[in-house]
C-alpha cells in the first residue's frame, strides 16, 4: 500500500510502466487508503521496484508511507490497472489543484491540436483535484466531471497507460466537455464557447467589472492600469482601501513593475502557482495608484489555469484579479448565486458549465528569509496534510477560530486541514464554514467522536460546536496554545520549546484578552511564562477598528490621568467630548477590557507616530508600519522585564523614547527601532526561558521585517528558530493545533467526557 497524495497524479501509470520496465507481473488500483499493488517476479526485481517506487514517482506525487509484505506467487502473467474498490476504510489524500503544465499548454496554443484554445485541457500532471472531488477513492464517477460523458478520442487517452491522459479524471475536449458562456447583468446569455472569451476580454479592455468563474470560485475582474474601474471596484466590493491583487499576462511583463527574487519567481511559476507578494519597483506608472495605496508591496499572480493563460494572452497586460465576493463574505462558486450576490458589482459574467463542489480562493504566500510562508491557504495548497506522531485512535475535527476560519480532521496519523473560508461575521460565511465543517467527514467517511474548538465562548465555531456536533465530546484549546501547538506540528518537534504568540486578540485561560504571549510548552500542557504589560482598550471591539483607541490606552497605563493632557496625534483626532467620554471610560474601566495583545500594541504606535487612526481592515495599521520602516536604520528602544510566573514585558520605557523620537526623528526610522525592540524582547526571553526551540506564530509574524529580524537574532544568539511555511501563521493554522491540544488533553486524560486546556504551572 503506498499512501501519501498518490491519486490522481499518474501514479497507477507510473507503476504500470515500472512493472513493465522490471518484467514484474500483478495489478494495481486506487483505494480509498491510497494506491494498492500486487506484484510477483525475480527477488532482484521486486526489491528495485519497491526503491524507485519512492525515489521515481511522478512529479506532483507525495509518497508518505509505503508498506509491503510477502505473498505466494501465483504465476501470474502481465501486469493490469484494475477498477477501484468502493468499500474499505478512507484514508487517501487528496491533491490540491495544480496549475496548467507545459505539455497541456503547448496543445492550448497549438492550432493543430485538437484542444486549441480549449480552457479546460488538463491532463494526470495539472488540473482540478480538490475542487470538483466529491468522495474517495478520485474517480471520475466521484467528481464533478461525471456529467460529461467523453468523446471516444478523449476515452481512448483516458484508458491508454501509455498516455499522460491515463485516468485523468477532468479529461475532457471541445467535443464532450465543459464550455464558456458570456452573460449581461441579468444573466442572458449573449455568447458561447471561445467568442464568449473574446467578448470578455473586449469588456475588460472598454473598462467594465468582469466576474469571471474561475477554478475554485469567482474571480472579479478588472483593468489595472485604469484607476476609474478600480475605484469603482472598490466602491462595489465595500473594500475602500485593503490591496487587491494582481494577474500579469506573464513574468516578464510583471518584472517591470516588481522587484521579484529567485524564489518568488520560482513560487508563481510553481504547479501551486499562488498570490505571491513581492515589493513594487518605485512609483510604477503603469497600475493605479487605487490598486494598493500606500503599500509596498503587490499581491501578484500568474496564469494558473487554460482559462486564465487564454484570458491573459488576449489582454496583454495586467488586471486585477479579486476574490468574487463583496467584504467578508465567501467567494461564489455558482454562477446563478452569482449573479445574485455579484449582481451589483459585475458588469458582465463569463461562466462556465462544470460544477464547482468547494469554495477554494487563491492562496497567498510571502517569502521570509528565503522560504515560503503561506497567509491563505487556498488553490493549489488545499487541502494540506499534516503527518501527526502523537497517538490516538480517536477521529478528531477541529472547528478553528472567528476569524479566516479553517477546519481540520484528524483521519488515521494525518491531521487534514481545509482551505481558508474567511471571517465568521455573515450568514454567508457561516454556511460556508458549516459546510466545511461537513465536507471533511464526509469525505473521510467518519464520524469524529471529538470535536476541538477555541476557548472562547462567544465564537461561532465554538457555539456550532457546543451546540450542534453533539454526542461528540467536545475539546476547547486556548487560542495562544493552539497557535504554538500549529508551528509545532508543522515543524515535527515534540517540545519542551518556548512558544511565541503574538497576535490580535485571543481568550486567555483566565478571562482576560490576551496576544502577546510567552508559552512554555511541555510533554502536556503550557506555562504563560511571560506576557506584554497589559492596557486598556477604550470601547472595547470599537478599539480594533480605531488605532487612536489603542494608543489612548497606551497612554492611560503609562501617565494616568495626565495622558490627557499630552499634545499627541491620537489625542488631536478626538474631539473634546469625546475625550471626556473615553477618560471616564478609562477610569472606571466601562467597556475597556485589558489586553496584552501585541497586535493592539502595533496599531498604539502606529497612531502615536501619525500614520493610522482608523483603519478599513484588519492588520491595516500594522501594515502601515511595516511598510514605512527605513532599511538600515540602526539601534533599538529600552524595556523592562518585571517577576516571574508571569514576567511582565513592560513596554513603557518604549513608549517615552518613541514620543520623544517622534517630533525630532523621521517615522521610518522609529517604525525600524520599533520591530528592533520586538526581536531584542525575544532574545531577552529566549535567554531566560533556556530552550534552544523558538516557536514563532500569530498573526503579527505575517510581517516580514518582524519574522526576519526575530529569526536573525535568535540565530546570533545560539537558539533555533522555527516559523511558518505551509501552516498559516495566523488564525488559519488554529485548527490544526486544536487536534494537537486535544490530542495532547486525551494523552493526558484518557478518561474525559469535556476536556478543558489551561495553562499550568511547573
Keep these: ?96 489543484d495544480m496549475a496548467t503544465c507545459p ?249 462556465h458549465n462544470r460544477p464547482i463542489v468547494r469554495q477554494l480562493d487563491d492562496s497567498v504566500v510571502r517569502v521570509m528569509m528565503e522560504e515560503e510562508t503561506l497567509m491563505r491557504g487556498g488553490r493549489g495548497y488545499a487541502p494540506l496534510s499534516v503527518p501527526l506522531s502523537l497517538p490516538g485512535t480517536e477521529s478528531i475535527l477541529a472547528v478553528g477560530a472567528h476569524l479566516k476560519n479553517a477546519v481540520a480532521l484528524k483521519v488515521g496519523s494525518q491531521a487534514i486541514v481545509s482551505q481558508h473560508i474567511g471571517d465568521l461575521e455573515t450568514e454567508q460565511a457561516f454556511a460556508a464554514f458549516r459546510t466545511a465543517v461537513a465536507d471533511l467527514p464526509r469525505l473521510y467517511d467518519t464520524a469524529p467522536a471529538v470535536i476541538a474548538c477555541d476557548l472562547h465562548p462567544d465564537y461561532i465555531s465554538t457555539k456550532y460546536a457546543r451546540q450542534r456536533l453533539a454526542p461528540a465530546i467536545c475539546a476547547p484549546v486556548q487560542h495562544h496554545y493552539a497557535h504554538v501547538l500549529a508551528c509545532l506540528a508543522e515543524h515535527h518537534l515534540e517540545g519542551p520549546a518556548l512558544g511565541v504568540c503574538w497576535d490580535g486578540t485571543g481568550y486567555g485561560s483566565d478571562g482576560r484578552i490576551w496576544g502577546g504571549e510567552f508559552l512554555l510548552l511541555d510533554d502536556s500542557g503550557f506555562e504563560r511564562m511571560a506576557h506584554f504589560r497589559e492596557f486598556r482598550l477604550p470601547g472595547g471591539d470599537a478599539a480594533v477598528k480605531q488605532p ?49 495583545s501585541a497586535g493592539r500594541l502595533f496599531d498604539a504606535v502606529a497612531s502615536l507616530v501619525g500614520l493610522r487612526q482608523r483603519v478599513t481592515f484588519e492588520g491595516q495599521a500594522a501594515m502601515d508600519l511595516e511598510c514605512a520602516v527605513t532599511p538600515g536604520t540602526a539601534g533599538s528602544y529600552a524595556f523592562e522585564l518585571i517577576g516571574e510566573g508571569p514576567a511582565i514585558i513592560d513596554w513603557r520605557p518604549m513608549l517615552v523614547e518613541i514620543m520623544d523620537d517622534a517630533p525630532r526623528r523621521p517615522v521610518g526610522e522609529i517604525a525600524a527601532k520599533f520591530h528592533h525592540t520586538l526581536a531584542e524582547i525575544i532574545v531577552c526571553l529566549a535567554q531566560r526561558a533556556g530552550e534552544a526551540h523558538v516557536l514563532l506564530t500569530g498573526g503579527c509574524f505575517q510581517n516580514k521585517y518582524l519574522t526576519e529580524c526575530a529569526v536573525r537574532r535568535l540565530q546570533e544568539a545560539g537558539f533555533r528558530p522555527f516559523w511558518h511555511h505551509r501552516v498559516p501563521p495566523n488564525d488559519g493554522g488554529i485548527a490544526l493545533g486544536q487536534i494537537m491540544g486535544a490530542l495532547r488533553a486525551a494523552a493526558k486524560s484518557p478518561e474525559r467526557k469535556e476536556t478543558y486546556v489551561p495553562g499550568h504551572t511547573r
Design 1 to 96: 500500500m503506498v499512501r501519501g497524495a498518490v491519486q490522481g497524479v499518474g501514479f497507477r501509470p507510473f507503476v504500470f510502466h515500472l512493472a513493465h520496465e522490471l518484467a514484474l507481473a500483478g495489478w494495481t488500483r486506487n483505494s480509498g487508503e491510497g494506491v494498492e499493488i500486487e506484484v510477483e517476479g525475480a527477488p532482484k526485481n521486486l526489491a528495485e521496484f519497491r526503491r524507485r517506487v519512492e525515489s521515481d514517482a511522478p512529479r506532483a506525487a507525495e509518497v508518505q508511507s509505503v508498506e509491503a509484505s510477502e505473498l505466494p506467487a501465483t504465476g501470474r502473467r502481465g501486469f493490469e490497472i484494475r477498477e477501484s474498490p468502493t468499500d474499505g476504510a478512507k484514508r487517501a489524500l487528496i491533491l490540491p
Design 103 to 351: 505539455e497541456c499548454l503547448r496543445e492550448i496554443f497549438d492550432p493543430a491540436n485538437r484542444r486549441h484554445l480549449y480552457p479546460f485541457t488538463n491532463c494526470t500532471h495539472c488540473g482540478p483535484r480538490f475542487s470538483i472531488i466529491e468522495a474517495l477513492p478520485y474517480d471520475r464517477a466521484h467528481t464533478a466531471m461525471k456529467h460529461f460523458a467523453m468523446c471516444d478520442e478523449c476515452a481512448r487517452e483516458y484508458h491508454d497507460p501509455h498516455d499522460r491522459r491515463f485516468h485523468a479524471q477532468p479529461n475532457a475536449c471541445p467535443r464532450c466537455g465543459p464550455h464558456l458562456e458570456f452573460w449581461d447583468a441579468q444573466g442572458r446569455n449573449l455568447w458561447s464557447r471561445h467568442e464568449a472569451l473574446l467578448e470578455a476580454v473586449r469588456a475588460a479592455q472598454d473598462g467594465k467589472i468582469l466576474a469571471l468563474k474561475g477554478i475554485g470560485g469567482f474571480q472579479l475582474i478588472v483593468d489595472a492600469r485604469n484607476e476609474a474601474a478600480v475605484a469603482r471596484l472598490r466602491e462595489r466590493k465595500h473594500r475602500p482601501e485593503k490591496p487587491l491583487a494582481l494577474l500579469f499576462p506573464t513574468l516578464a511583463a510583471l518584472e517591470e513593475v516588481c522587484r521579484v527574487s529567485a524564489l518568488e519567481k520560482k513560487l508563481l511559476t510553481s504547479r501551486q502557482a499562488p498570490i505571491v507578494l513581492v515589493e513594487k519597483k518605485s512609483s510604477p506608472t503603469s497600475i493605479a495608484p487605487a490598486v494598493a495605496p500606500g503599500n509596498v508591496n503587490y499581491g501578484v499572480m500568474l496564469p494558473c489555469s487554460p482559462l486564465h493563460h487564454l484570458l491573459a494572452r488576449e489582454l496583454g497586460f495586467p488586471v486585477v484579479a479579486t476574490s468574487g465576493n463583496l467584504s467578508d463574505e465567501p467567494i461564489c462558486i455558482d454562477e446563478r448565486e452569482a449573479l445574485e450576490r455579484l449582481g451589483d458589482v459585475a458588469d458582465v459574467f463569463l461562466v
Design 548 to 596: 487612536r483607541r489603542s494608543a489612548l490606552g497606551l497612554l492611560d497605563e503609562a501617565f494616568g490621568a495626565s495622558a490627557f493632557q499630552l499634545d499627541t496625534p491620537p489625542l488631536r483626532h478626538f474631539s473634546e467630548s469625546e475625550q471626556r467620554m473615553l477618560q471616564r471610560m478609562l477610569a472606571t474601566g466601562v467597556n475597556s477590557p485589558f489586553t496584552s
